[in-house]
């Protein structure tokens, strides 16, 4: 394990439903972050948290919203999702000081929207 | 805006040949360049970056500021580099944003 730890590993969720997803770090990094993967699209990235908050939101629709309550905790709250939504979302942080920015994944979560 | 590109999304080898895998990037600033590596059923992880200059697994990567470019290199692959392989880029100055380039598939074939 590398630290980043994501909940849950595999999600089905129905249009309408409201559903997060977890991020979990213990590695004292101060910046976090979240992708989308899908098939057809290299990794998007869709927000960064620098030191709790939020320095990147990458023209997201409003049905994902983010959270950091803390330095070692990312949510992504899900509203009212397309069946183009589904992909693995993955969860990241680094030190985010300079020249020390490797990113930890975590395994991810598979979103599948019904 | 910043931009990584990796051309081929599919490259096939035979063991013991060389392998390139190439990344252009698109950036006004000064970057920071990294090659993160995707083995099957692992989590994605930094295999290099262009700062500290190291050889890992037999990998290496040049920065070529003139023709913006951060390819992967390695003389004689082996079966288990196998893996996806991705271009990425992140500002040295102001805020971290770390961008992806759309990844390439490499196998290496027996």
């Known amino acids: 394990e590398t630290g980043v730890t994501q909940t849950p590993r595999h999600l089905v969720m129905g249009m309408t439903n409201k559903k997060s997803l977890k991020c979990e770090q213990h590695?004292?990094?101060?910046?976090m972050y979240w992708y989308k993967q899908s098939a057809k699209k290299p990794l998007e990235l869709m927000f960064v948290?620098?030191?709790?908050?939020?320095?990147e939101n990458n023209s997201v629709p409003s049905r994902f919203s983010p959270e950091c309550p803390n330095s070692s905790h990312l949510f992504l709250h899900l509203h009212t999702l397309q069946p183009e939504d589904s992909a693995l979302y993955l969860c990241?942080?680094?030190?985010?000081?300079?020249?020390?920015?490797?990113?930890?994944f975590g395994q991810g979560t598979r979103l599948t929207v019904v | 805006a910043q931009r990584v590109t990796q051309p081929e999304k599919l490259l096939s080898v035979f063991k013991g040949a060389p392998v390139e895998l190439k990344c252009n990037y698109s950036?006004?600033?000064?970057?920071?360049l990294f090659w993160y590596v995707q083995y099957s059923r692992q989590r994605l992880q930094l295999l290099l970056r262009?700062?500290s200059r190291e050889s890992i697994k037999g990998f290496t990567a040049d920065l070529n500021k003139g023709e913006t470019s951060f390819h992967l290199k390695k003389p004689f692959a082996q079966e288990e580099d196998s893996a996806m392989y991705y271009c990425?880029?992140?500002?040295?100055?102001?805020?971290?944003?770390?961008?992806f380039g759309q990844g390439t598939r490499l196998t290496i074939n027996p």
């Open positions: 990241a942080s680094s030190k985010g000081d300079r020249g020390n920015t490797e990113a930890f």
């Open positions: 590695l004292g990094h101060n910046a």
């Open positions: 948290y620098s030191l709790e908050e939020r320095v």
């Open positions: 950036y006004s600033g000064s970057p920071e």
């Open positions: 262009h700062i």
């Open positions: 990425a880029l992140n500002s040295l100055q102001g805020a971290q944003k770390l961008v």
